[in-house]
T-cell receptor, first 116, second 113 residues
Framework: KAGVTQTPRYLIKTRGQQVTLSCSPI?????VSWYQQTPGQGLQFLFE???????NKGNFPGRFSGRQFSNSRSEMNVSTLELGDSALYLCASSLEGWAGINTEAFFGQGTRLTVV | QQQVKQSPQSLIVQKGGISIINCAYE??????FPWYQQFPGKGPALLIAIRPDVSEKKEGRFTISFNKSAKQFSLHIMDSQPGDSATYFC????????????FGQGTELSVKP
């Protein structure tokens, strides 16, 4: 069974640009969550999508957005990039039939974004 | 507001020793507490998880101890091996917040041969 796939693995962007990251969850998983990982702030929750709807949202500015497609694949977009957006962006998928059912979250290898 | 506090930040253990990492949480609505292991260049991988109705859970060399009244839980790695050298994260999730995990700051474990 294939794991969570994130593309691309590495990205270098310039301040002010925008970027789109992609995540393909494990087959059958309907919940996709995104996290930002930095040395200073650790792992921080960005948002979660379930059945193409945003179910939870973290405390990030509106420049960070996402969406989920009918096949559960998800994308996140960051507009007007800032130097501080440099981070490892991780995607996690889980079964999550509905809120309240705690099932394992499986992470991808992440996309390393560098903003110069 | 840091809802899950993890300590220590770094830990050095001799091969064969016991590694202990502690976490404390504030929100009593949390009802799922997983531990993740992360190697450099990789995403976090689930090690073991526990719910508040259980005080201890063991899987191989890894044990979670849970103290609901103190709002604390810890990871014990028995017979630590150099291959266990990684960063460990505790996390917590609320029953009504789907897949949203709140992570501790992480512990960098180094097991010396």
């Amino acid at each position: 069974k294939a794991g969570v796939t994130q593309t691309p693995r590495y990205l270098i962007k310039t301040r002010g640009q925008q970027v789109t990251l992609s995540c393909s969850p494990i087959s059958g998983h309907r919940s996709v969550s995104w996290y930002q990982q930095t040395p200073g702030q650790g792992l921080q929750f960005l948002f979660e999508y379930f059945s193409e709807t945003q179910r939870n949202k973290g405390n990030f500015p509106g420049r960070f957005s996402g969406r989920q497609f009918s096949n559960s694949r998800s994308e996140m977009n960051v507009s007007t990039l800032e130097l501080g957006d440099s981070a490892l962006y991780l995607c996690a998928s889980s079964l999550e039939g509905w809120a309240g059912i705690n099932t394992e979250a499986f992470f991808g290898q992440g996309t390393r974004l560098t903003v110069v | 507001q840091q809802q899950v506090k993890q300590s220590p930040q770094s830990l050095i253990v001799q091969k064969g020793g016991i590694s202990i990492i502690n976490c404390a949480y504030e929100n009593t609505a949390f009802d799922y507490f997983p531990w993740y292991q992360q190697f450099p260049g990789k995403g976090p991988a689930l090690l073991i998880a526990i719910r508040p109705d259980v005080s201890e859970k063991k899987e191989g060399r890894f044990t979670i101890s849970f103290n609901k009244s103190a709002k604390q839980f810890s990871l014990h790695i028995m017979d630590s091996q150099p291959g266990d050298s990684a960063t460990y994260f505790c996390a917590a999730k609320r029953y009504n917040q789907g897949g949203k995990l709140i992570f501790g700051q992480g512990t960098e474990l180094s097991v010396k041969p």
